[in-house]
């Protein structure tokens, strides 16, 4: 076994981490943001999002991203199918 920090004998520089767990980051939102599916998202007081879905949980995130807020935080939204005819928000740009 080795210790924390080693891969394949070699000691990973913290920067470089970092840099592997932000690029998995946006690969997992980029991933949750191209799915095929729509879902219609209600919230009592952030309103309803039409967003893509390939999940409940992943539809929440992508809602909450949208109303700027912690996706863990909304633990009262609805989501349901959406209407033939709605279109997704667009991915918000995140600063």
Request: hydrophobic letters at 40%; aromatic letters at 6%.
């Amino acid at each position: 076994m080795g210790v924390c920090g080693e891969r394949m004998g070699r000691r990973i520089d913290p920067a470089e981490r970092g840099r592997v767990l932000a690029g998995a980051a946006e690969r997992s939102r980029e991933s949750r943001w191209s799915a095929p599916g729509r879902a219609r998202v209600i919230h009592p007081d952030h309103g309803t999002v039409v967003v893509p879905h390939s999940s409940n949980l992943a539809a929440i995130m992508n809602a909450a991203e949208v109303w700027r807020c912690d996706w863990a935080e909304i633990t009262d939204a609805q989501v349901w199918a959406a209407e033939p005819g709605d279109v997704p928000v667009k991915i918000p740009y995140i600063i």
